[in-house]
């Protein structure tokens, strides 16, 4: 943080605003580790599914399936590198972490920061993303059992298109809310100390 004040004040001296990074590498959210070494529930997932003889059950089994004479079954795989962009609770934690840390530390001089860089966020590099708040928020939106049509995620099936269709937007409102507008709405509250989130 002496190095952060550091730059604060080189800064200035050329007219130049400071930003905050967020993190020590990317993509932004896992708080150089921090958040993400809490546990599963905190880090990203991804949704799987395997044909099967027979029912399967596993540590990170979500549902078996019946389909067409087989049995599909379906769990989560677990990427402990990176976090659940999707869970407030997630970037809840990420903020106290990163955004808050650097108030603490800097004091006075954390309103002299333009504000912070966030270095590309993500939902998924490696499939469907999966997280524990999905079948709750998906029962909510569209008052069904998001676990009774995993199988329309993957095969086509009369109802594929609106299941996918649903999932897909379900996916993108709670990234942009319990993601980046809950730092957006961070930065605002603390408007008066600093100037909000720049993406990159």
């Not at 930003?19 to 991804?46: A, H, T």
């Not at 809840?92 to 504000?115: H, Q, T, V």
């Not at 993108?172 to 603390?190: G, V």
């Amino acid at each position: 943080m002496e190095n952060v004040k550091a730059s604060i004040d080189e800064g200035e001296k050329y007219n130049m605003g400071a930003w905050g990074y967020d993190e020590n590498g990317w993509p932004s959210g896992f708080g150089d580790g921090r958040v993400n070494e809490l546990g599963i529930e905190y880090q990203q997932k991804y949704l799987r599914m395997e044909v099967t003889s027979k029912p399967k059950e596993t540590e990170t089994t979500i549902r078996n399936i019946e389909h067409g004479g087989e049995n599909l079954h379906f769990y989560y795989e677990v990427n402990e590198f990176y976090v659940d962009t999707l869970n407030a609770k997630v970037t809840d934690k990420f903020i106290e972490a990163i955004y808050e840390e650097y108030k603490l530390k800097l004091g006075e001089d954390f309103s002299r920061l333009k504000g912070f860089f966030t270095d590309e966020p993500q939902v998924s590099r490696n499939g469907i993303p999966w997280s524990f708040i999905l079948p709750d928020e998906y029962k909510n939106a569209y008052n069904e059992d998001l676990l009774s049509v995993l199988p329309d995620l993957f095969l086509d099936t009369d109802t594929s298109m609106q299941t996918r269709f649903r999932f897909w937007h379900l996916v993108c409102e709670l990234f942009a809310d319990n993601f980046a507008k809950r730092i957006y709405e961070w930065c605002e509250k603390k408007r008066g100390t600093a100037y909000g989130s720049q993406g990159s």
